[in-house]
């Protein structure tokens, strides 16, 4: 049963902290999506990738944020240091373009309380 | 930039029709997907437009006019279930998809 995994699933955190949250796409899958969920916002894009290189990540605020993908498996997305108005769901998706209708598989989400 | 307008809320009756709308200006457009999110969970596709028309599957069933940058979404036939929130999201170049604000859906009894 194939689907995105992120960790961890929930977060709570002190203003300041370093937090970490991680994602492993659909084996197969080339695009990995970073996106962030709050109630203000809806589900807002902050970075995306193809063939692990980065595409697009103007919707991140660079000055906290950053994200990675050391291997085919793994996409990281960092905060340093963390903030109250970080809180928020943190969705992974994965797709690959040219299969089905490419679409993209979106994993559980990580909820983040920063204190 | 990009601007994908939908309404933030509807209600409607168990067994009866709503039809949710989208307008879109984007840079770009490879086509349009509609998501279904229960609360708490993650959003799950629904349906995808690239031509203009209708595509059905089911209860559900989604419209595009990419002249007029404009979608909808009609549920049939409204169950319980069906309450969730409905995004509408436009796939752009290099396949970054961009999202609306999503539509609130309450179905009551």
Same mark, same amino acid.
């Given at each position: /049963?194939?689907?995105?995994?992120?960790?961890?699933?929930?977060?709570?955190?002190?203003?300041?902290?370093?937090?970490?949250?991680?994602?492993?796409?659909?084996?197969?899958?080339?695009?990995?999506?970073?996106?962030?969920?709050?109630?203000?916002?809806?589900?807002?894009?902050?970075?995306?990738?193809?063939?692990?290189?980065?595409?697009?990540? !103007?919707?991140?605020?660079?000055?906290?944020? !950053?994200?990675?993908?050391?291997?085919?498996?793994?996409?990281?997305?960092?905060?340093?240091? !963390?903030?109250?108005? /970080?809180?928020?769901?943190?969705?992974?998706? !994965?797709?690959?373009?040219?299969?089905?209708?490419?679409?993209?598989?979106?994993?559980?989400?990580?909820?983040?309380?920063?204190? | @930039?990009?601007?994908?307008?939908?309404?933030?809320?509807?209600?409607?009756?168990?067994?009866?029709?709503?039809?949710?709308?989208?307008?879109?200006?984007? *840079?770009?457009?490879?086509?349009?997907?509609?998501?279904?999110?229960?609360?708490?969970?993650?959003?799950?596709?629904?349906?995808?437009?690239?031509?203009?028309?209708?595509?059905?599957?089911?209860?559900?069933?989604?419209?595009? *006019?990419?002249?007029?940058?404009?979608?909808?979404?009609?549920?049939?036939?409204?169950?319980?279930?069906?309450?969730? *929130?409905?995004?509408?999201?436009?796939?752009?170049?290099?396949?970054?998809?961009?999202?609306?604000? @999503?539509?609130?859906?309450?179905?009551?009894?």
């Amino acid at each position: /049963d194939a689907r995105v995994t992120q960790t961890p699933r929930d977060k709570v955190t002190e203003m300041g902290q370093e937090v970490t949250m991680r994602c492993q796409p659909i084996l197969g899958h080339n695009t990995v999506f970073w996106y962030r969920q709050t109630m203000m916002q809806g589900l807002e894009l902050l970075a995306y990738f193809r063939n692990r290189a980065p595409l697009d990540d !103007s919707g991140m605020p660079k000055d906290r944020f !950053s994200a990675e993908m050391p291997d085919a498996t793994l996409a990281t997305l960092k905060i340093q240091p !963390s903030e109250p108005r /970080d809180s928020a769901v943190y969705f992974c998706a !994965s797709g690959l373009p040219g299969q089905g209708l490419g679409e993209l598989f979106f994993g559980e989400g990580s909820r983040l309380t920063v204190l | @930039g990009q601007n994908i307008d939908q309404p933030t809320e509807m209600t409607a009756t168990e067994g009866a029709i709503v039809q949710i709308n989208c307008t879109y200006q984007t *840079s770009g457009f490879n086509g349009l997907f509609w998501y279904q999110q229960h609360a708490g969970e993650a959003p799950t596709f629904l349906s995808y437009n690239v031509l203009d028309g209708l595509e059905e599957k089911g209860r559900f069933s989604s419209f595009l *006019s990419r002249s007029k940058g404009y979608s909808y979404l009609l549920l049939k036939e409204l169950q319980m279930k069906d309450s969730a *929130s409905y995004l509408c999201a436009v796939k752009e170049a290099g396949n970054k998809l961009t999202f609306g604000g @999503g539509t609130r859906v309450l179905v009551k009894p």
